[in-house]
């Protein structure tokens, strides 16, 4: 059956790797700031310290969301494998520039071109999705390359944490740039095309699979979507919304879960390392259960809503508990939920758009992870204001998770009726 499943290896493959290593490029930063050598030599010390290190998370972010509106427009004009492959070059050269930076403010210039680079990644994939996979197996693709969004944090938390130990950080940067430069481009080249019948190893039956129609009654539902622009879809910004929540949630607590756990609970370098790698194997874990519950259920917003709950519970026990261990655990599993709720994002982004338009849905889902930005240094800001406390920002976030609740409230109703309009077609087992 190999033949008819190459676009595993073509694409989802390279994909995984591609969020693989750039997860680690985008959040490893939350490692590194726990290292003193690197907060000295870049000045990153005194009373204002904590907004500066959440300011390195600001201007990428900030430039991560706004370019993805670019790179949309130019994945639909151009293809998402020469998009990717130029956001690659650019990304790699800025990891290489990092790794050479003696002052604050070029580290601060070279993550602003780093969110360029990778503002890219959410359209690209969104775009070899849309067009390598048949509707019915979104789920599955959506984690295939999702597993290397959180996997990747998980292993690079341990890898930096022993290139910074045993060498030192900048040799972190040399690192990740030359993971690009050799694994990620050569992939991008030789594998992927932007379109299964562009490619001379895609069989035509696997090419009848992936251009199947799904069931007669879900088609005439997707072809009343097709006729309908997404953004006159008030669906799609509830989304939309959702995906600003989700934004602020999950990098205000990815970027800095290392440092509450060293400097508000007390733990060491390896405990430290411990939690933050599990707390991106919960991501993991709640991608994966998300990916096929929403292939079996079809609720999606039911499920978001019920991830943004679990959020706000799970920061609340943060707070409240005195157990270091188990308040990071809940840390973790308040991320774990977010990252689920990205996944079913992405799944939406594909719902709600056509392959002549993911490009663009994709630009302006990715354009919501500026507000990671505005998070991690708010966070860094009410630290600062605290006297270094954590609690009145896990608040902010406590707060936040119940307006993501909110806006999905509105979508649940209709996707009810809309399961009800198209029931579940009976499984089919392959033989």
Known sequence: MLHRQKRWILIALPIFFFWFFGQIDKVGISVIQTDPEFLKALGMTGVDKNAKIGLLSFVFTIAYGVSNLFWGFIIDKFGARKTAIAGLFVWSLTMFSSGLSTTYEAF???????????????????????????KRELGRAQASWLTGNYLGPAIGAVILVLVISSLHWQAAFFLLAGFNFLINIPMFIFLTRNKPEDHPWVSKEEL???????????QQVSSTNENKNFIQDYRFWIVWFGMLVCSFLFFGISIWLPTYLIEAK??????????????????????????????????????????????AIFLTTAVLVP???????????????????????????????????AGRAAGLIG?????GGFSSYIMGWLR????????????????????GLIAYLFSIKEEATELRAVPLPPQKINA
């Open 108 to 134: 601060i210039i070279s993550r602003i071109i780093l969110g360029f680079g990778e503002g890219m990644m959410i359209p690209v994939s969104g775009k070899f999705i849309s067009a390598w996979f048949n």
């Open 208 to 218: 009848a699979l992936i251009q199947s129609p799904v069931d007669s009654v879900a």
């Open 266 to 311: 007390g733990f060491n370098r390896e405990g430290m390392t411990s939690i933050t790698s599990l707390s991106w194997l919960f991501a993991l874990g709640f991608v994966l259960v998300c990916g096929f519950l929403a292939d079996k259920t079809r609720r999606p917003s039911l499920m978001a809503s019920i991830l943004f709950s679990l959020t």
């Open 323 to 357: 157990n270091p261990v188990l308040a990071g655990i809940c840390m973790g599993l308040a991320m774990g939920c977010q990252g689920g709720v990205f996944h079913l994002s992405n799944m939406f982004l594909v719902k709600y758009s056509t392959q002549e338009t």
């Open 367 to 371: 354009f919501t992870n500026l507000m």
């Open 384 to 403: 600062d204001s605290s006297g270094g406390n954590f609690t009145s920002s896990i608040i902010m976030l406590i707060i936040t998770a119940l307006l």
